[in-house]
């Protein structure tokens, strides 16, 4: 009787033990879980901006799909992690749909989240079904400078104590500088200036660094799955030096925005839900 009072007492142990471990497991971003459906879309935004970027989409598709909605730590008010880096929130993401056994996924991406999709999907490429990159390119450097090569052990120092020496103004100002630049959409522009002014200062400075640095154009090679990639309209003007870049991605059909800027799926919804639908569906 006694023995089986302590094999009782060590089997709930291991069992408080297994489920403090999995309360307490940690992702590099939060998570939003909609929609019923069998196949998955896991949303990755982009620079400094929200899951909510991805609200009137997920609206259109979470009948039909169980969306998985990400904001990355530290962006848009999430709470921010130690060492952020384009590789570990690639490896958290993949991490994440292993351990939650989230079979080929769709992910769609924008921006830095269309970066993270093509690099989730060429470091696993039997683990995703089909990826959508949303106006991302697979080396940003490069389209100002095709020689460019990343640098190992990228210093980020400099860009860091930059962004977090600017006062609350000095940043929004920027922001609302830049942002003009990125979105037509004038009914969106104090939401996703507000994105930003919410974000941890350090990560953005480290983040924009580190994405910066990236280069995927020879590890886009191994991707398998279909793959969708949106452009916008003005990128028509540059169609040899961005289908350049991703001539080692074998799966791509390119699409290019009929109008607008960064921001597609503000900029050109009717388009941009359009070719999701169709891709998708197919």
């Not at 007492?9 to 497991?25: E, G, H, P, R």
């Not at 996703?192 to 002014?197: A, F, H, R, T, Y």
Request: charged share 20%.
């Amino acid at each position: 009787m006694k023995k089986y009072i302590i094999l009782i007492i060590a089997f709930l142990f291991s069992a408080l033990c297994l489920n403090v471990f999995a309360q307490t497991k940690s992702y590099p971003f939060e998570v939003l879980k909609t929609g019923k459906g069998k196949q998955s879309i896991i949303f990755i935004p982009g620079f400094a901006s929200s899951g909510e970027v991805w609200n009137e989409t997920k609206t259109a598709f979470e009948k039909d799909f169980t969306c998985y909605t990400l904001t990355m730590a530290g962006f848009a008010g999430a709470e921010p992690q130690p060492n952020p880096s384009f590789e570990n929130w690639k490896t958290g993401i993949a991490n994440y749909i292993k351990e939650n056994k989230i079979q080929k996924p769709i992910i769609i991406g924008h921006s830095m989240g269309g970066g993270l999709a093509l690099a989730i999907a060429a470091d696993y490429p039997e683990l995703i079904g089909k990826i959508v990159v949303v106006d991302a390119l697979p080396c940003l450097a490069a389209l100002t400078d095709p020689s460019f090569k990343s640098k190992e052990n990228n210093d980020c120092s400099a860009t860091v104590n930059q962004m977090t020496a600017m006062t609350e103004t000095q940043f929004y100002d920027m922001q609302k500088q830049t942002m003009p630049r990125l979105l037509q959409d004038t009914s969106k522009l104090e939401t996703v200036i507000g994105w930003s002014v919410k974000s941890d200062r350090k990560t953005f400075a480290q983040m924009y660094c580190d994405f910066f640095n990236t280069d995927l154009r020879d590890k886009i090679s191994t991707i398998k799955c279909p793959s969708l990639i949106l452009l916008e309209s003005y990128f028509i003007n540059l169609k040899p030096a961005i289908e350049g870049q991703y001539k080692n991605l074998k799966t791509a059909n390119f699409q290019y925005a009929n109008k607008g800027l960064h921001f597609i799926m503000y900029d050109d919804t009717e388009w941009y839900l359009t070719q999701l639908n169709t891709f998708l569906k197919s």
